[in-house]
Every structure is written in structure tokens, then in C-alpha cells.
């Protein structure tokens, strides 16, 4: 159960703080906020 707990954290809270190299050094949080006005106004 703590290893679900702790890979369960990573994913949601570690991955989503990270800078991503692949999303421009963004993190996915910060990443998606610029893509997903600009994906409704497409």
C-alpha cells in the first residue's frame, strides 16, 4: 500500500510541478493553461 501511495504522489503532485524539457521547461500545469485557450479559440 505505500508503494500505490508514494507512486500515486508522484503522479499527481511531483509530475504535475516539474519542468517538462519537452513542454518548453513548463510545467504541465502551466503548459496546458496556454494551450487550452488557444485550442477553444481554434
Not at 505505500?2 to 521547461?25: D, N
Request: proline share 5%; net charge positive; hydrophobic share 45%.
Amino acid at each position: 500500500q505505500l508503494r500505490i501511495a508514494i507512486v500515486t504522489w508522484i503522479e499527481r503532485t511531483y509530475h504535475r510541478r516539474r519542468r517538462q524539457a519537452r513542454l518548453g521547461r513548463l510545467t504541465p500545469v502551466e503548459y496546458e493553461a496556454i494551450i487550452e485557450p488557444a485550442a477553444l479559440a481554434a
